[in-house]
Structures are given as C-alpha cells and as structure tokens.
C-alpha cells in the first residue's frame, strides 16, 4: 500500500489515517446514541401524554357528560410544545372533541385494545383505549372481560423539537471532528518536517560524494539516531578519500609502465607486420604450385586411365585383366585425391569462379540420390529426400559446386551408418525480393561425433577416428571444401551431433529465383479408386504419401502387410478392384520376393496395376522373380516423375501405333551406329565386339533404361534389342523409344530383337509391339551383317562364314572348337564366355530346382530363359539343347493351363548341368601348370 509512497508520505499517512478513523467512529457513535434518545425520549412523552389524557376523560366518558369538558381536556393536552392534535371517540367511535390540526384518518376502533404507536412523515400518533379499570383503585385490577371499553383517546406528536435537537448535536460532532482532525494533522506535519528535513541533508551529501566530492561532511541534526548515520557517512567520506589519493597515484605508476610497453608493442607490430606479408606472399606461393602441380598430374593421369581402358578391351587373360583392374581402381582413387587437393588449392589462392546458371534444386537432388542408393541400399539403409512443398526449386547458382557438396555430405552419412536411415531434407528459410534462403540438412542414424571431434571437423587435413571407420586413404579435405565452397556462396554449413545417436549436418544458402517455372507434375486423368500404398519404414511412408499427395493422387497408407490385404479383400468385395493401384514398398528382409510374388500373382488376376519399389541392389532379384506383365518394378528412392510415368504407362488404354520403319539413308562412307541393349554381360559383349571387328560403331546399354537415355541424346542406324530384361524389357522399350519418335516427328529407327527362343505367337507379339525384325541366339557375323544391310543400306567392311551347329543324337558336354566358332575365332573372347556361364551355373541350378519345387511356371521359364541365352556363345551343345527343349515345353504349359510341368526334361537339364560343371572341373585340374607359369610370371 505504502511502496510508491517517500518517507514524508508514509509518515503523513501513518499518523492521519488510525486519528481519522478513530475520530470518525466516535463521532459516529456519538451522533447514534443522541439520535436514539431524544427518538425514544418523545416516544415515552407520547405515551405519557395520552395515558394522562385517558384518566382525565375516562370519568367523563363514564358519565356520558357534556363535549365541554372533554374539548377543555384536548385544549389542555396541546399545553405539550411537543402535542400538535388530541381528540376523544366514545365507545362507538364517535368523535366527541377535538383541538388542534385535523388528523386525518379514523382508525377502526374495534381493533385497537391496547396503546398503539404510528410513526408519520413529521408525526407520530398514538392511540389509546380507554377502559373501566382506569377508574379503579390501584389495588382492583379487573378481568379483561369485566373491563369494558368507555372510549378511546388519540393523540399526534410533532418531530419538529426532535429535529432541532439531533441538527444541534449533528453540528455540535462535526465541529469537534473537524477540529481534532486539524490538530492531528499540524502534529503530523510537524512530526514529518522534523525527520525528512535532516533525511534531506544526508541525501544532499551522498549525492556530493557520489559526484566526487569526498570532502563533503555532515554537521549534527539534533537527533541521536540521525547524529550516528551522519557520524558515519563522515568516516566513509574519509576512508574513500583516501583510497581515492592512493589509487591516483598507482594509476599515475600504470600509466608511465604503459607508455613504455605501448612503444616496444609498436615496434613489434612493425615486425609482425613484415612476417605476416611474407607468411601471406609464401601462401599465395604454396597454392599456386599446388594448384599448377595438381593440374600437371592430373593430365597424364587421365592418360593413364584412358589407356588402362583402352587395355582391358585386348587380350588379357585373367591375371593380367587383375592387373589392369588394379591399376584403374588405384588411378581413379589417385585422381579424386588429385581433385580434391586441385578443388582446395583453387580456393585458398583465390581463383575457384563460381557459376550463375539456372538449375532445377529437385532435379539436382534426384541425380545424387540415384548415384549414392547403390551405397546405402548395400548397408539396407533407407536413402530419403522431403523437400517441402513451399520451397522453390528453379534456381540461380553453381549447380556443379551445390552437388559436390551436396554429394560429399550424404556420402559421409552413408559412410558412417550402419543400420537405420539416411534423410535429406529442403524447406525455405526466407524468401525475400526474389531471393530464397534454403535449409539443407542431411541426418543420418550413424554413431555420431562428439564435442572435440565436432571441433576438429572442418579443418584441413584432419579425419574423426571412428575405428573401423577410420580411412587409411583420403585427403582428410572434404568438409573442408565443402564449408570453404558454402562460404564462398555467402551461406554458412554446421553440424548436430550426439554420440552414439547420429548426425545433422545442414547448410544455409541464399540463391536468385529462376525465371522459369516448372509446371506441377500431376497425374493427368484421376484414378477411379483411391490407391493402396504400403511402406513399413516411418519416414519413408511420410515422403511417399507426400509424393502421392503432390500428383494428386489420392491413397490409403499401410505400414503392415496384414492390413494391406485386409484393405484389399474389401475392395475385392465391393468389386472395384479392377484398375485398382497397389504401390508396394518392399525389399528382400522385410518383404522377399518369393512371398510377395504370391501375393502379386492374384492381384494381377484381379485386374489391378501394381508398382514395386525396390533397393537399387535387389532390383535385378525382384526383376527375375517377378515378371512386368505382373508388376512394374522401380529402384528406391523413387522420384515423382518417374513414379507419375510409371502410373500412366500402366493405366495407358492401349499401345501407341507402330511407327513405319523406313531404311536409313544410304551413306557408304560412314559406318553404321548401332545401339546393343542386353542384360547380359557375355552377350553384350560379344555382340558389340562382333560389330565392332566388322566396322560398325557400337555403343551398349545394359537395360532399357539405360537404352532409352542413349536413344534421347542421340540418333542411332539401327538397334538390336534383348526381349527379358528387368525393369524395363525389349518390348516396353520399343514402345516408349516409338512414342518418343512420334512426339518429335523423328524418322522410326530399325529395331531388331533378340531373342534365343521364340514360339510363333511370340514373334507375331514382337512385330506388333514396334519392332522391325527379331535374331534368334546365337547370332553369326552373316546374320549380322545380313541384318545391318537390310535395314541400314550401309556394308560391312568384313563377314565369316557362319559354321552351323553339330547335330547328332549324343551331343557333347563340352566344344570348344564350337566355342571358338561361335567367338568368331577370338580364343580369348571364347574362354570369357565360358568362365562366365561357368561362374552362373550354381546358382541357375539352384533358382531352377527352387522354382520346380514351388511349381512356379513363370519363374522355371525365366531362369531357363536366362541360362538357354547364356548357353547360345559357349561351346556346351547338350546343355543348350537341352535348354531348349526345356523353354518350348513350358511356354506350352504356360499357354495351356492344364498341360503340367516338364519335370522329366527338367530333369535332365538338371544332370545335364551338373555334367558341365564336372566336365569344367576336369578341364580345370588337367592345366595346373599352365596356370602355374601364369601365376609365376
């Protein structure tokens, strides 16, 4: 109550208010008691007056006398100063006298038996029976019933003489109030003025001392309690009076050692100065000759690899390819130190540029991505990218430089975790006139780095030892660049960190927006039934429902396999199954192919389009186990466009109409270019060396995918194309490289398939899918050049004989002059293609006796299929035909359902490779020498 208030103040209040509430109180009670006495005082003179007036008028009213007398009574009540009326009624009620004002009103006598009291505005009234008894001696009290009634008497009383009196006394209590309250008040001033006046005079010396004057004293205050606080703030004056001379003089003592120090430190800035030009002039030196160096080595060992690459494709054979292999691995490892010190010798000298193109950030991000999933996906890690959906993703900046960095930290991530997930995340900072402000941040579920390894972290030369993690390679300048290149950019890099719990490296630029604008990746027609999605891994199933959202595709989201079916079982009942979509996550811990293909199997019956996702590594496994017609496989992680492309392939009504193959135009000089796509590494090869050796310029691609980027950068004479490949096969290619060349108005290109067994509804399938003309394996250099000619109009500088197959009833397990023949004479080429089906053998046996036991139609086929085209450039003719055998009797039993499984020719392809592989075994055992001299050498 009294904070805000000073001592004046408080003193004031302390000594008015408990004086003024206590005056008041009395005084109010003062005025009360007076108040209720003269109140009661004119009641008892009321009552008085009319019982005197009834005894006077009881023997009147007894003997019924004349109104005289009784008027004379009232006339003589008014006698009273106080008495304003009288009048007397009869036992009736009758008025008999009266004196004074009129009052108004009769009362009803009947019900008045006792003294009765009103109070009026200015009157009171009181009535008043007048009985029998009241003629009675004192000592003869009568009944009540024996006592009648003679009449009665009334008389008004004015207020008037009350009023004057309680006026008095209210005047007379507030003039004592009033008066007590002015002696309080001059007491409290005086008392007020006696303690703030010398309070004033201490606060008036503080304050001098606090301005510094320390000569300042107090005289006495007349006061014992205030003489001591004054004798005291005088020994505190003079004790700082005297550490402040002291402390002068010291500081006068400082100051002369200062200047002395302040002229050496002069000279030894002058000094400092000199060494530091020269430590800056020896730098820029050290960068420019590790920037001229690392540019110096670099050139020839780019020729080396360039060489080396040239070299593994001659004759080697396989101790030498080791060699040769070794030297490439160590020349690449060699040239990425190189480039690293190159990358950082540029910047420390100040002449790494940085570009400003336009970019696409997501783009950008898919590329990395794709070229780190191998990595993660081999350690089973789970490689994320959410980019939020308000980031801006047309740029303006180094895209080159953002992906090294880019790509530096998400490899150390991949590096550094072993079980978990590897996330990447975009979201907008700030975007302020045309400027983004992005966030990029890379965590991982890894070991983590503590506080001096966080320290230590972005400088040069300098790795975190993680144990088994430590690089015994390396240039230790990764991050270092990293944070130099972010820098240069005018962003900033850091790094989140607990032991044992992971890492957060982020990075936080500011880039122009591009002018254009990419147009939303939607689908283009909705779906009729809301898709299923299934994705057990948290995060994962986050970025993918928000991919699903972003093309506007509507979903159901499951993370268990058992609710996903349950989902898809109501769906089967409601009927609405047919062009249902099932977008399954899936990789071979959690979900391995074998069961999931079961599952596929009847949905594909049901009529629904299905899409798998699958790690990079397992794709090839997933591929062969489960066939396109069945389900289309993509490798995680999985960008919106080509998710988007998969989706409306698979709901696409029909095929896009064959485009007419027209032969290229003539051109002698120039040699036919011909693109080879092949899954398998020994037919691609031999197809391409074939072509090669006869003139052609060759260029391979080892799946559709692959063929589909080579067809969009450039024009190719003609196309052999593989039918079974994963991902994509030879005939979805064709149909997609058609519609490309529809778009663009593109003349069609000649597509020939390969095939190494094809049924006559197979090849009639192959002609109406867009392709020109089919080969069956093995392919001869006649064919070849047959072929080229026919389509291309160009002629092949050379052709060999094609030297047809031995045919007898007890083929051979092993020829190896039909090897040779096959090889087109290259004894080497030969001996590569049999150590690869060699190095294939165990696990086609085993993949065909686990498909026989399953009963598994489409899988048998495939893995024959598989090893019928692997046996086609070997010198192995019972296992070939026996493969072939195999194939046709079980596309019949596909096409006829009710034919069964081949079991007995499977049986001999069983024992037939098991003869191979004995009969590779003896070969093997009967050249320990040979192989010794090539070990020796």
């Known amino acids: 109550m009294t904070t805000g208030l000073g001592l004046r103040g408080r003193i004031l209040l302390l000594t008015l208010l408990p004086a003024s509430v206590l005056s008041v109180l009395l005084a109010g009670v003062f005025v009360y008691w007076q108040l209720a006495d003269h109140q009661l005082r004119l009641v008892e003179r009321g009552e008085l007056n009319v019982r005197q007036l009834g005894r006077l008028a009881a023997s009147q009213l007894k003997a019924e006398q004349a109104e005289e007398v009784l008027e004379a009574l009232c006339d003589e009540a ?67 019933s024996e006592d009648p009634i003679l009449g009665w008497v009334e008389i008004e009383l004015s207020h008037h003489s009350t009023l004057v009196r309680t006026y008095r006394t209210l005047l007379i209590s507030l003039a004592l109030l009033a008066t ?69 003089h010291n500081i006068d003592i400082a100051v002369e050692d200062l200047r002395e120090n302040m002229e050496t430190i002069e000279v030894q800035n002058i000094e400092l100065d000199m060494a530091r030009k020269e430590a800056l002039e020896a730098s820029r030196i050290k960068s420019e000759f590790l920037a001229n160096m690392s540019h110096e080595i670099r050139t020839p060992l780019n020729g080396i690899l360039g ?80 980019i939020y959906r308000d980031t801006p993703v047309n740029l303006v900046g180094d895209p080159l430089r953002l992906r090294q960095i880019l790509t530096n930290l998400i490899n150390n991530a991949i590096k550094f975790t072993e079980h978990g997930s590897v996330c990447v995340r975009v979201m907008l900072e700030d975007d302020i006139q045309q400027r983004a402000t992005l966030r990029i941040s890379v965590q991982d579920t890894g070991i983590g780095l503590s506080d001096a390894e966080q320290q230590r972290l972005f400088l040069a030369f300098s790795q975190a030892s993680h144990g088994k993690y430590r690089q015994q390679g390396g240039t230790g300048l990764g991050l270092v660049i990293s944070k130099r290149l972010i820098e240069q950019m005018g962003g900033e890099i850091g790094v989140q960190s607990l032991p044992g719990e992971g890492s957060e490296f982020w990075i936080s630029v500011t880039l122009p927006l591009s002018k254009e604008q990419d147009e939303p990746c939607r689908l283009q027609h909705p779906l009729k039934y809301p898709a299923l999605l299934f994705e057990p891994h948290k995060l994962a199933h986050t970025v993918l429902s928000n991919e699903l959202e972003d093309l506007g595709l509507e979903h159901q989201s499951f993370s268990q396999i058992d609710a996903l079916r349950s989902a898809y079982v109501k769906q089967r009942i409601a009927k609405t199954t047919q062009d249902l979509l099932l977008i399954i996550s899936a990789d071979n811990r959690q979900l391995p192919p074998g069961r999931l293909e079961g599952l596929l199997e009847n949905w594909h019956e049901d009529g629904c389009k299905v899409i798998v996702l699958c790690p990079s590594t397992e794709q090839s496994l997933y591929a062969s186990l489960i066939g396109e017609e069945v389900a289309t496989i993509l490798s995680k992680p999985v960008c919106p466009g080509k998710l988007k492309e998969a989706i409306e392939q698979l709901y696409a009504s029909h095929a896009q109409p064959k485009a007419v193959s027209l032969p290229a135009p003539h051109d002698p000089a120039r040699p036919p270019h011909i693109l080879c796509v092949d899954d398998n590494p020994a037919n691609l090869k031999l197809v391409t060396t074939l072509l090669s050796d006869l003139g052609a310029q060759t260029a391979a691609a080892e799946d559709g995918f692959a063929a589909l980027r080579l067809c969009h950068q450039q024009r190719f004479d003609l196309i052999f194309m593989d039918v079974q490949m994963p991902g994509l096969d030879g005939l979805q290619t ?57 389509w291309t109009g160009k002629s092949l500088h050379g052709s060999h004989e ?84 195999c194939e046709t009797l079980l596309k019949e039993s596909r096409l006829a359902d009710g034919l069964p499984l081949p079991e007995v020719a499977l049986h001999d392809l069983d024992q037939a490779i098991e003869r191979l592989q004995q009969a590779l075994y003896e070969k093997d055992q009967h050249t320990p020498d040979e192989a010794h001299a090539s070990t020796s050498l």
């Open 307 to 386: 060489f080396t690459r040239m070299l593994q494709k001659s004759t080697l054979n396989n101790r030498q390819r080791d060699f040769v292999n070794t030297i490439e691995s160590s020349a690449e490892s060699l040239l990425a130190i190189i480039n690293e010190i190159l990358d950082f010798s540029k910047i420390e000298a100040g002449k790494l540029v940085l570009d400003n193109l336009p970019f696409n950030l997501r783009e950008l991000l898919q590329e990395i991505m794709t070229l780190l999933a191998p990595a993660a996906h081999s350690k089973h890690l789970e490689l994320l990218c959410l």
């Open 802 to 885: 094609d030297l047809p197959m031995r045919r007898s009833s007890d083929l051979p397990v092993l020829d190896e002059q039909e090897g040779l023949r096959l090889a087109a004479g290259k004894a080497d080429l030969a001996r590569d293609m049999l150590s690869m089906l060699a190095a294939s053998l165990g696990e086609a046996r085993t993949n065909i006796r686990l498909a026989l036991r399953n009963k598994d139609k489409e899988e048998l086929l495939n893995q024959v299929h598989r090893l019928h085209g692997a046996t086609r450039y070997c010198g192995v003719p019972e296992l070939r035909t026996t493969c072939q055998q």
């Open 180 to 248: 007590g309250m002015i002696t309080i008040t001059l007491l409290a001033l005086h008392l007020q003025r006696s303690v703030s006046a010398p309070l004033r005079k201490i606060g008036a010396a503080v304050a001098r001392l606090r301005e510094g004057h320390l000569d300042t004293r107090l005289p006495a205050l007349g006061n014992p309690e205030l003489d001591r606080l004054a004798s005291a703030l005088n020994r505190m004056a003079e004790a700082l009076q005297g550490a402040q001379e002291e402390m002068q």
């Open 734 to 790: 064709t149909q997609e490289i058609r519609r490309q060349e529809q778009l663009e108005g593109q003349t069609a290109m000649p597509i020939i398939a390969l095939t190494a067994h094809a049924l006559a509804n197979e090849k009639r399938a192959l002609l109406q899918g867009g392709m020109d003309d089919y080969l069956t394996k093995p392919i001869s250099e006649r064919q070849l050049v047959q072929v080229i000619e026919k």
């Open 78 to 144: 008014l006698n009273d100063e106080d008495v304003r009326a009288a009048r007397i009624f009869n036992r009736n009620g009758e008025l008999l006298a009266h004196a004074g004002p009129r009052m108004p009103g009769l009362p009803n006598w009947l019900a008045v038996h006792r003294l009765q009291t009103e109070h009026l505005d200015g009157v009171s009234r009181f009535s008043l029976p007048v009985r029998q008894s009241q003629l009675e001696p004192r000592g003869n009290q009568l009944q009540p």
